[in-house]
């Protein structure tokens, strides 16, 4: 076993491949690499001008849809290639051609444009004034703009772009002349379009792959001749040309290839049946005629593409051509946003529509996701030393965890996504260091009056009642709209950079799509409670480079159980390891079932976590279901073979209280069996577990130890008493 296996169970070591395209590009250096991105560029743009570029770009929107996206691969197509293939085409200054392009050719322009965006990414020059961390996270920007999209699934895009969207009906029919509520759900259902004539396309292809009868394959040969020029003219009258029937349907299945515009072609007609006038309008102002560009500076189109506001293609004949129709999922806001622009009231209205709708969403999810918490939003309090009003936006109380939810709804800057080293540091500080530092103060001053704390609703100053005669836990999130995944899902770039220390609370950043997949995924109150419980702490076990995809699906992997020790300090990239959330998921309605997903418990913690769960008089279930969640399997498993072989009287030389820890961070969690042949007297129980917590105590940092005693003839199928302490080492004054 690898110390990677020891230290994260379920992922294995990977060594990626050497591409065989860029061989003997190791050492280049930019200059090198200027020169054969200038030569792709040249290469690129002739391929389009000297064969049909509209066949091209179809063939490669549909290559890029049929790959399984749950299978990563390096070469695999991306998103980004189809972009940057209809770019190309709309800055093409000569009358397009109608050559026909061989299969053969289509998969070199495939690899070229692959080797492309690599030489722009790697020919970027290091300026002299900027550090090398600022040249690093500025690199990774442009990545992250270059490649990584959708920042939502496309069930939370619709609803979250309508929730948004709706509160500025009438401003926008007011400024506009539609609603862009309206305008959102037609792009939306240009989605559906495309959809339905690639499924059409398809099921002929199909037909013409398996039919055995001759008058089948000529029906399908006339669909795609039909439905493209191009295939019609290479094709010609070559029906009767092939007597043999596999012949002829392989030399058909050539001309389906020449056929795919067909299926991202939508008539004016088309759209006139479908959507008002209103609509159909604001559809074609977010077209773009071949050869309108000529102002665009060509250098910009890979962190600033003109199709990213106006995603369709203005055909000749008054057609919409949409290649990338999902590219209202990929880029909402910049496409509705672009239509506000030079509207101030509109503006006005979005900016407050944008950020009221991010606080009620994270209220609803977290409402849903956690029936036994209460949630209140908008949450005031007065700071007794300078006499500050602050306010946190989403704080969630179940039991005695508090969850700081601080919303921002600001957007990252142009700027910052094309790497600019000034705007990157304004965004990150706004955006993901400052929530931080307010949840920090919620419990700093938690921590601090304990009792003597006030907290109240904003709006109505009515009184939260947090019950803290008990000591609380706070985990502090930052929810945003959008953010740089990997990049600022982790603390330690911002650490680099000087934007944070060690002593800067920290909140781990979120996108609202990244909470809503772990709210879709971990549809059981008690794995999501847990999962926040560790997200919140992740980075005090581990030092991790991945987004939240990666996260969620290692905590579906192990439950997020790290051995710190066996990873010895490094730095863990996760690389195409989120296959078990690229995929539909329903989440159930009974978030009160308790499903441990990720955590694979002996039989009788399992029942022992459902019934404490179902224990709504025991105030310390969550710390306690916390603690044995937090704890090895193997370990628990030897505690249940003790207790079982106790409970059938096999005699053992062991002391009567054993335990296991865990330790996360600063924080140890301990977990102690006492068994007994009879129940012990109360205050001698509670005497115990005061000493066993006590001993448990870490010289810095804090323990939370959950004790269970079991009684060898008893009337308990799973366990006859549990306690709970939680023990804070102060550190000491000079």
Not at 103 to 130: A, D, I, S
Not at 593 to 607: D, Q
Not at 649 to 672: C, M, N, Q
Request: aromatic share 10%; net charge neutral.
């Amino acid at each position: 076993m690898t110390d990677l296996e020891q230290g994260l169970p379920g992922y294995e070591r990977l060594e990626l491949p050497p591409d065989p395209e860029l061989a003997d590009t190791q050492d280049w250096d930019a200059g090198q690499w200027q020169s054969d991105f200038e030569a792709s560029l040249e290469a690129l743009t002739l391929f389009l001008r000297i064969r049909d570029p509209l066949a091209i770009l179809a063939r490669t929107a549909s290559r890029f849809i049929l790959i399984n996206p749950r299978v990563e691969r390096p070469e695999m197509p991306k998103q980004v290639e189809v972009e940057l293939t209809q770019i190309l085409m709309l800055l093409n200054r000569h009358r397009p051609s109608t050559n026909p392009v061989s299969p053969n050719n289509l998969g070199r322009y495939w690899r070229l444009v692959r080797r492309h965006l690599r030489g722009f990414m790697n020919k970027q020059p290091n300026t002299g004034n900027e550090t090398d961390i600022e040249r690093f996270v500025s690199r990774r920007a442009r990545l992250f703009t270059l490649y990584y999209r959708n920042i939502f699934s496309r069930e939370d895009c619709e609803r979250a772009l309508n929730g948004i969207l709706r509160q500025v009906d009438s401003p926008s029919e007011a400024a506009l002349g539609y609603r862009l509520s309206d305008l959102f759900r037609a792009a939306i259902r240009i989605i559906d379009l495309v959809q339905e004539r690639f499924k059409i396309f398809t099921e002929r292809l199909h037909n013409l792959l398996d039919t055995k009868r001759r008058s089948e394959l000529v029906e399908c040969i006339d669909f795609f001749c039909s439905s493209y020029p191009l295939a019609n003219r290479v094709w010609g009258n070559c029906t009767n040309r092939w007597v043999d029937l596999e012949d002829l349907r392989m030399a058909a299945f050539q001309i389906s290839e020449f056929a795919h515009p067909w299926i991202y072609t939508l008539s004016r007609a088309d759209l006139d049946a479908a959507f008002p006038a209103p609509i159909v309008d604001a559809l074609y102002s977010l077209a773009i005629r071949p050869n309108s560009l000529s102002e665009i500076n060509p250098e910009h189109i890979y962190l600033n593409n003109p199709i990213w506001r106006r995603p369709y293609v203005l055909l000749n004949d008054g057609s919409l051509f949409a290649p990338l129709p999902y590219l209202i999922v990929s880029f909402p806001f910049v496409i509705l946003e672009s239509l506000m622009e030079g509207h101030r009231t509109l503006e006005v209205a979005y900016e407050g529509a944008r950020a009221n709708y991010l606080e009620e969403a994270i209220t609803d999810l977290v409402t849903t996701a956690m029936p036994s918490a209460s949630v209140y939003r908008g949450v005031a309090w007065d700071d007794p030393d300078t006499g500050q009003v602050w306010e946190n936006d989403v704080v969630a109380v179940v039991g005695n965890f508090i969850f700081v939810f601080e919303a921002k709804s600001g957007r990252i800057k142009d700027a910052a996504r094309r790497g600019g080293s000034l705007s990157l540091r304004k965004n990150f500080s706004e955006l993901f260091v400052q929530p931080g530092v307010q949840s920090g103060r919620l419990q700093n001053y938690l921590d601090t009056r304990q009792k003597r704390a006030r907290l109240r609703l904003k709006t109505t100053g009515q009184p939260i009642n947090l019950n803290l005669d008990k000591p609380k836990v706070v985990f502090t999130f930052s929810i945003c709209i959008e953010h740089f995944a990997s990049l600022t899902s982790a603390r330690h770039y911002l650490k680099e950079l000087g934007l944070v220390t060690e002593q800067t609370p920290w909140a781990p950043v979120l996108s609202l799509g990244d909470l809503q997949m772990i709210v879709r995924f971990l549809d059981s109150e008690v794995s999501l409670i847990h999962y926040l419980t560790r997200r919140a702490t992740l980075e005090q076990v581990l030092d991790f480079e991945g987004d939240e995809q990666d996260i969620l699906s290692a905590y579906l992997t192990n439950g997020l159980w790290v051995n710190h020790d066996a990873l010895d300090g490094k730095r863990i990239v996760f690389f195409a390891s989120d296959s078990l959330v690229r995929r539909s998921k329903k989440s159930r309605a009974d978030r009160t079932v308790v499903e441990l997903h990720g955590i694979l418990l002996p039989p009788l913690w399992e029942s022992i976590v459902r019934e404490l769960y179902r224990d709504d008089g025991q105030r310390h279930r969550f710390d306690i279901i916390n603690v044995i969640l937090n704890q090895m399997p193997p370990q628990l498993a030897e505690l249940e073979r003790r207790i079982r072989r106790f409970r059938r009287g096999v005699p053992s030389p062991e002391d009567d209280i054993s335990y296991v820890t865990f330790r996360i961070g600063s924080k140890v969690f301990g977990l102690a069996i006492h068994l007994l042949k009879k129940l012990p007297d109360r205050q001698e129980w509670h005497e115990m577990g005061r000493n066993v917590a006590a001993d448990l105590m870490p010289d810095a940092g804090s323990v939370e130890c959950a004790i269970f005693l079991f009684v060898r003839r008893s009337r308990h199928a799973t366990f006859d008493g549990a306690s709970f302490y939680r023990y804070i080492r102060q550190p000491q004054s000079d």
